[in-house]
């Protein structure tokens, strides 16, 4: 069982940054790719950003060239730098981990972290 723990979410002012991380440990050596999804109030829940397996990246339009996911294996931390925050990147963060075994795949999540963004 993997249990992703955020952390580092707050309130700052449109323009600002943030960093995000998450930390989970592993037991399974099965490939896993680790992202980052948020959630506004009355919206659905999408996807931010990606590290595949590989160490490869993306991101949705909406962030692109403003966020830049990350992770440091030794500390089983991925992180997500948030920079010229707008209020629109207001949400609930969540980090998931999905897991690629020969039994299948699995994900799990975390229980969030809440960035808010004044205008």
């Known amino acids: 069982q993997v249990q992703p723990v955020e952390s580092g979410g707050g309130a700052v002012q449109a323009g600002g940054s943030l960093r995000l991380s998450c930390a989970a440990s592993?037991?399974?050596?099965?490939?896993?790719?680790m992202s980052w999804y948020r959630q506004a109030p009355g919206k659905e829940r999408e996807f931010v950003s990606v590290?595949?397996?590989?160490?490869?990246?993306r991101y949705a339009d909406s962030v692109k060239g403003r966020f830049t996911i990350s992770q440091d294996n030794s500390k089983n931390t991925m992180y997500l730098q948030m920079s010229s925050l707008k209020p629109e990147d207001t949400a609930t963060y969540y980090c998931?981990?999905?897991?690629?075994?020969?039994?299948?795949?699995?994900?799990?999540w975390g229980q969030g972290t809440q960035v808010t963004v004044s205008s």
């Open positions: 590290v595949e397996p590989d160490g490869s990246t």
């Open positions: 592993r037991s399974s050596y099965c490939p896993a790719d």
């Open positions: 998931k981990i999905r897991e690629y075994c020969k039994s299948g795949s699995y994900s799990f």
